[in-house]
């Protein structure tokens, strides 16, 4: 028996665009009602490139550019 993570991401998507009306992603609604649902979210980045890494990794995006800058210098 194993536990299932599914992340679904959507870059610049509001739920409010797609939750009112639960016929735009009917297969998304359904999968929602047997599973976990966070409801508050919040990215880790003011654009794409910032918030991805912060998802994937679970560090600031302050951190990964830092790490980043370092790892190049060497």
Same mark, same amino acid.
């Given at each position: 028996n /194993?536990?299932?993570?599914?992340? %679904?991401t959507c870059d610049?998507?509001?739920?409010?665009a797609i939750f009112? !009306? /639960?016929n735009y992603t009917p297969n998304i609604y359904r999968l929602a009602k047997n599973s976990v649902v966070f409801? !508050?979210?919040f990215s880790n980045?003011? %654009?794409?490139?910032?918030a991805f890494p912060a998802i994937m990794t679970s560090y600031h995006f302050f %951190?990964?550019?830092e790490l980043n800058l370092?790892?190049?210098?060497n």
């Open positions: /194993y536990d299932l993570i599914l992340l %679904i610049a998507l509001r739920a409010d009112p !009306n /639960y409801l !508050n979210m980045g003011p %654009i794409t490139p910032c %951190i990964t550019l370092i790892q190049g210098l």
